[in-house]
């Protein structure tokens, strides 16, 4: 039974990406860059039940490795599929053609369900066996994933070394899932403070029909009431309250800041709490900085306290230990909206203390934005993540780089000592 202080429950989940439905880490700005050859198998079922594609470079330029790529997340309404819109760019450059072209194997997975993904390193580690029945067993395998898949990716790497050579974890919830998940929590509960009554339900009770018509309702009855120049104040505190990231003077950073912190209570409550077995946010013992009146925020706002079996859930499927056998490069911009960039710290926080900084490598990307990365800073994370695996570093990066990225990889790539 799930507890609480005040507040009821009822959400569902409905059609859109959170933390991030990252546009794919690998490709994702890689829109100018020349095409090489990838030739994509039809997609087949895993045993798991999830979907598998498997692409490969031209006949005779396979170098022997393989990449897994870990998507991010799918909204649970969805039917379970490879989610196109984090593999392909609109002009169809896609990430199979990415790895193809520096000489590897591709294979990707919808994982077996949508939503919160609790099989994550099981459906990614089926994949090893599917390829090697169809293109020969690989020499190695990488792992690459971004915002859930960079969770996916981190535990794959933790728990199964032994079959996972390194790879690169992308704006992941790694640090802390809790953490995570009060975030929004908190989020949440202080709009509801600031901005009272303005969305219908609590934390724990949304009601269906606010997500049938979330953008009608956003467009025109939040956004009006928040961003009013006269509601100036109750904003600056809800950022400071929420430890919200966004550029200060740049408008579009709020907004998008604001709205993702609402939308994924709004969407995706009822997947969350349904496969945790309860709710695991508490913030009964919490005291809220940052507003004008700090003892009438922490008087009024709303309290909820975590059911012990959601958080037990949480121990066993999605918390990290910082242990790498393998190396583990992780990509992560500082003001992240979505996922913050202090799960990149308390990360390194455990493989330090694990013993295993030798097999861990951070690069900040210094801006807004989930998983907002520059095309030469994903291409650079994967060259290392091989680098250390392999001793030797991939070539003809720059080849599939945008003109306007090759100098800042070059110049990245030979500090990295990747380069002479």
Known sequence: MRQKVRGGWRARATARAVLGAAVAVLAGFLSEAPRAASLCGADGPQPGGAVYRICMPSPGAWNGDLVIWAHGYVDVTEPVAIPESQLCLADGFCIPTIVNGLGFGFATTSYRMNGLVTTPVEDVAELIDLFAAQQGAPRRVFVVGASEGGLATALALERRPDLFAGGVSACGPIGDFVRQVEYYGDFRV?????????????????????????????????????????????????????????????????????????????????????????????????????????????????????DPAALATIDALFTTTGRLDVPMVNLHTTKDQQVAFVQELLYAQKVRAAGAAANHLLIPSFRYGHCNFKPWEAILAFVIAVQKAEGVAPTGVEALLPPADRDAYTDAARAAGLLR
Do not use: C
């Open 190 to 306: 202080a709009f509801d403070y600031f901005f009272p009554g303005l969305l219908p339900g609590t934390l724990l009770d949304v009601p269906p029909d606010l997500m049938d018509h979330w953008d009608d309702f956003w467009d025109n009855t939040v956004k009006p009431v928040v961003f009013d120049p006269a509601n100036a104040g109750k904003l600056s505190q809800l950022l400071k309250v929420a430890k919200a990231p966004y550029d200060p003077g740049v408008q579009e950073t709020i907004e998008k800041t604001v709205r993702d912190g609402v939308w994924y209570n709004v969407f995706a409550a009822e997947d969350l709490y349904a496969k945790l077995h309860g709710s695991p946010y508490d913030n009964t013992g919490k005291v809220y900085m940052g507003s004008w009146n700090d003892r009438a925020l922490n008087a009024g706002v709303a309290r909820y306290l975590a």
